[in-house]
């Protein structure tokens, strides 16, 4: 890593000593977060340009606790004291909080890797725009593909924490993103398709990317409503993050507060044997790696499911001295300006050993994206088929029109029954294919 970035490391850090310095620790406990980020994006509406967009943003936040009672200001790194002043402020004001325990304590942390590119640290708006370019032309594979909107992105980071209770870390990062929406018509007949990637290396497959979008656009012409009933559904990758996995990445926060529908059954066997899902804030590459989390917690390979039993969920320092153990290393923040809250890392759903995870299907549908999410709740799910396809004889045919599916995620974890051999990364998680049977599948129109 250069010299400029360990000096915006270092800078960042003495602004968190900086305002550490400012609290008295005999009455308060306090942590200080400082980031330093800078992006160019492009964007592109039916191939033309449409904006391109470059800038950089410098602040810190401030966390003081007295009693447990929190308060929480930020500011620019130039207002360091300003922020602390309000957050002591709003901590005295507070309510007291029994739960509260104390702010993490220093650990030794972990050598990550993948994580920083100097091709995407010196990349410019020209070659960002070029980029966004590049996508929309790689999904022109046919002349029906008439309406093309694409994006592509760059962004490097530096943060540091501290507490006072000796916390102290650095970190930087880099990553890149394309994507690519589309629309292919033939007379009255017409198609979307759509494709990301994201990477904290400059390694994204345009190619790859373009094409797969135009494919499915071509493919999606025609959606036909097939006979509702309970069928085999196989979810892609993309559908798998938000019907299966956000659904068992649970918060032990809200276990806590019993709004789960996992509370209490740790140990159980709530999905079939060789279903097994880890929480990797390790894994090389991973777009959520880092060294530590967002309150200075080393990061962690965490084991949420073990083939089919549930072993744990993900916890911050708050929700872990309610119960006494040691954190997950789960806390999340958006930016210098937000608190942390209890968020996934890297998912990795493990592979099956199945070539062709449809070649069994005699009838069902193939779910390759859907925008809802389960009721955190209950595990009920009911959401739309936003983008997918009826299988029969093992095959994708015609793509689906007005079709939604309906289960209980406990019911659809016990009911998986294959998992492909080949593993797809989509916003931070790694997942085979997978197939499901008797799911509910209601089609009109």
């Not at 994204?204 to 025609?222: C, H, K, P, Q, Y």
């Not at 083939?307 to 290393?329: C, P, Q």
């Not at 492909?420 to 085979?432: A, I, Q």
Request: net charge negative; proline share 3%; aromatic share 6%.
């Amino acid at each position: 890593m250069t010299t400029k970035v360990a000096d915006r490391e270092s800078a960042l850090l003495d602004a968190c000593i900086q305002a550490l310095a400012l609290i008295d620790t005999s009455i308060y406990q306090g942590e200080a977060f400082a980031t330093y980020s800078n992006s160019i994006s492009a964007e592109l509406e039916k191939g033309h340009i449409k904006s391109s967009q470059s800038g950089f943003e410098c602040g810190i936040g401030v966390r003081v606790f007295k009693n447990g009672s929190m308060g929480y200001a930020h500011a620019s790194l130039e207002q360091v004291e300003s922020a602390v002043e309000k957050a002591i402020s709003a901590a005295r004001a507070g309510s007291p909080d029994k739960d509260f325990k104390s702010l993490s304590l220093p650990e030794s942390y972990p050598t990550v890797a993948g994580t920083w590119d100097h091709t995407i640290a010196s990349l410019d708006a020209a070659t960002v725009v070029q980029l966004a370019i590049d996508v929309a032309d790689a999904s022109r594979i046919d002349k029906r593909v008439d309406i093309i909107n694409s994006g592509a992105s760059v962004g490097l980071w530096s943060e540091a924490i501290a507490n006072t209770l000796g916390v102290e870390g650095t970190d930087s990062g880099t990553q890149a993103s394309i994507d690519v929406d589309v629309v292919a018509h033939e007379r009255d007949a017409s198609g979307n398709g759509f494709e990301y990637a994201a990477s904290r290396r400059f390694d994204l497959d345009v190619e790859l990317v373009g094409r797969t979008a135009g494919e499915i656009a071509l493919s999606s012409m025609n959606p036909r409503p097939i006979q509702s009933g309970k069928m085999t559904v196989v979810f892609d990758p993309l559908a798998v993050g938000p019907v299966i996995a956000t659904a068992t990445a649970v918060s032990a926060d809200d276990v806590q507060r019993d709004r789960s529908f996992l509370t209490g059954k740790i140990g159980e066997q709530i999905a079939v044997n060789g279903f097994t899902i880890v929480d990797d804030g390790l894994q090389s590459g991973g777009l959520e790696t880092r060294p530590f989390d967002a309150e200075g917690v080393p990061s962690q390979r965490t084991l949420l499911i073990e083939n089919g039993v549930l072993r744990s969920f993900l916890f911050d320092s708050y929700a872990a001295n309610k119960e006494g153990i040691m954190s997950t290393g789960n806390a999340s923040r958006g930016d210098y300006r937000q608190p942390p809250s209890i968020s996934p890392t890297n998912l990795i759903i493990g592979q099956g050993g199945e070539a062709d995870i449809m070649k069994d299907v005699r009838h069902g549908i193939y779910v390759r994206a859907t925008g809802d999410h389960p009721n955190m709740s209950t595990g009920e799910f009911s959401g739309m088929v936003y983008a997918g396809y009826a299988i029969e004889d093992g095959e994708c045919k015609h793509a689906l029109k007005q079709t939604n599916i309906g289960i209980n995620v406990l019911d659809l974890l016990k009911q998986i029954d294959g998992l492909s051999r080949d593993v797809t990364t989509y916003f931070g998680l790694t997942t085979p294919k997978i197939r499901a049977t008797d799911v509910s599948v209601a089609s009109s129109g």
